[in-house]
């Protein structure tokens, strides 16, 4: 079974800060790795995800991450964030040729003070 | 593209009731995922349908829960006999499959069910 741990419920940061969130995962085999973000009262919106290559991945809004397999992490980072950027964010692990079932994390709240 | 509907944004039900939950998907999307949110559990996932056939509903509590996908354009979730730990935000989501490719997943905005 694959299990996602974030390990930070909440993080404060002032616009223009550079900002990691933290994603950690357990599974042996081939898995995909992605992340989603939740604007209050709305669904889940896609980020990026990762599965094999280059281990640092682009997504939308200048969010990037990065995956390592000796830490079992895939981290998510922004150089410089906008009061816009706060939301609940959310890392999701699927296992491959094993269907589309994504199990997520708990979810980091990122509060940007302007 | 309106991208995934769900219908109603807000359902309260008295304890006993049923509701009924519906999701239209994203045209053209081969795959349909429930999920379920709380702040105490997070986001569980419930069922998944693929070409509407039921693939997987491991996470579906075995009683009083049902899912149906009757056409490609839309999915219901159904709780008989609604309990207060229903209570929930239910969350609807398709994507595109191919081969083994995890695709990315298209959110509704969700139903938040209220059972008093």
């Known amino acids: 079974t694959q299990t996602v741990s974030q390990s930070d419920a909440h993080v404060t940061v002032f616009e223009g800060d550079s900002v990691e969130l933290r994603c950690n995962y357990s599974?042996?085999?081939?898995?995909?790795l992605s992340w989603y973000i939740q604007h209050h009262g709305h669904g889940l919106q896609f980020l990026l995800k990762y599965y094999s290559g280059n281990p640092v991945v682009q997504g939308v809004n200048g969010f990037e991450a990065e995956f390592s397999k000796s830490d079992s992490s895939f981290h998510l980072r922004k150089a410089s964030v906008h009061w816009s950027d706060s939301a609940v964010y959310f890392c999701a692990v699927s296992v491959h040729n094993m269907g589309y079932k994504l199990t997520f994390g708990t979810g980091t709240s990122l509060l940007v003070d302007p | 593209n309106a991208g995934v509907i769900q219908t109603p944004r807000h359902k309260v039900t008295g304890k006993g009731q049923e509701a009924t939950l519906w999701c239209e998907p994203i045209?053209?999307?081969?795959?349909v995922f429930w999920y379920r949110q709380t702040i105490v559990q997070g986001l569980e996932f419930l069922t998944y349908f693929r070409n509407q056939a039921p693939i997987d509903d491991s996470g579906m509590p075995k009683e009083r829960f049902s899912a149906q996908m009757p056409n490609q354009s839309h999915s219901t979730l159904k709780i008989q006999s609604t309990q207060p730990q229903d209570s929930a935000v239910y969350l609807c989501?398709?994507?595109?499959?191919?081969?083994?490719?995890?695709?990315?997943?298209?959110f509704g905005s969700g139903t938040r069910l209220t059972v008093l």
């Open positions: 989501a398709s994507s595109l499959e191919f081969g083994g490719s995890a695709e990315t997943l298209y």
């Open positions: 599974y042996g085999g081939s898995i995909y």
């Open positions: 045209s053209g999307h081969s795959a």
